[in-house]
């Protein structure tokens, strides 16, 4: 299968955590390799405010599977970094048995089912926090999320569990919902690695000005930014639907699902598939505002959309 975007961080680029950079050698030496994404972050937001020293307050579990190790946030998030990333209503969960088996079987579902998006999770995430609305708070949570300010990082719920955006919710939780909510923000951060790194959009694109591309099944949610996405955005989505509706074809056609996951996965399925080639034949009437090489991944994704 073809990728729109690259599955590897490339070397010496800024996204690479281990190249000769004073301050991410500072952190690789005193064994804070988990501050290391918030020392991107600083680079990235450029607020003066040194996010890498409040990381090194999180405590982490580590988590392995198939060779890859992520970090597992622990203790209080900071408020610089959460109100920087939006989760200023958002604490972290602790960690349980339950948790942690959940974690692993989603990602070990990800590694021996579908490796192609493992490598993608692996290359591209380092840090998970698991998080929950702290007590009072009254808004509906996120599911996952990631933020292109803080690299290698992705953010979730118990939410994940049950949820496959943007309609698809099972009153049964499931790894596998999990493991797709995992690969789903896995991916946006490779975009986001991508897109900053290598020159995308035309010059002058801003998303400010940006035309807007009428999202007709986010209506019901009433929140205009969901009804009328920019081009920016709807590359994005275009990028992780392809990922994700194979991942969930991969799924359906396997006999080890429940009849809620089976159900829950077609209905996703079925909704994904007119999503992503609207998505895909409004890119393409606005691809003036893509770069060469843009109109390029353009083409490739119009190749794997084409596919599904």
């Known amino acids: 299968m073809q990728t729109t975007i690259a599955t590897r961080v490339e070397a010496g680029s800024f996204f690479d955590l281990g190249r000769k950079d004073p301050a991410l050698i500072r952190l690789r030496e005193n ?22 020293e409040h990381a090194r307050a999180l405590h982490s579990d580590s988590v392995h599977v198939s060779g890859a190790g992520f970090d597992w946030f622990d203790g209080e998030l900071p408020g610089q970094i959460a109100d920087e990333i939006s989760l200023s209503d958002y604490e972290i969960v602790e960690h349980t048995d339950e948790r942690r088996a959940a974690l692993s079987l989603a990602l070990q579902r990800l590694a021996s089912v579908h490796p192609e998006g493992f490598a993608r999770v692996r290359e591209f995430v380092r840090g998970l926090l698991w998080v929950g609305l702290k007590p009072g708070v009254r808004a509906s949570s996120l599911t996952s999320s990631s933020d292109p ?69 986010r209506a019901a949610q009433g929140v205009a930014r969901n009804q009328f996405w920019e081009v920016d955005r709807a590359f994005h989505a275009t990028c992780v639907y392809n990922q994700l509706l194979r991942f969930r074809r991969i799924e359906l056609d396997r006999d080890d699902l429940t009849a809620g996951e089976r159900a829950s996965f077609q209905a996703a399925y079925d909704e994904g598939l007119p999503a992503v080639r609207y998505l895909m034949d409004q890119l393409e009437v ?16 119009r190749h794997q959309t084409d596919q599904l």
Do not use: C
């Open 31 to 52: 064994g804070a390799e988990r501050a290391l994404p918030f020392a991107l972050m600083e680079r990235l937001v450029k607020s003066g405010t040194p996010y890498a």
């Open 286 to 301: 606005l691809g003036e505002h893509f770069t060469v090489h843009g109109q390029a991944l353009l083409a490739d994704l």
């Open 149 to 217: 300010a803080l690299p290698y990082v992705i953010v979730f719920s118990e939410k994940a569990r049950h949820h496959i955006p943007p309609n698809t919710v099972s009153p049964e939780p499931s790894p596998l919902f999990l493991a797709e909510n995992l690969l789903h923000e896995g991916t946006h951060q490779s975009i986001s690695f991508h897109v900053l790194t290598h020159q995308v959009f035309a010059d002058g694109y801003s998303s400010k000005t940006s035309p807007k591309i009428e999202i007709a099944w």
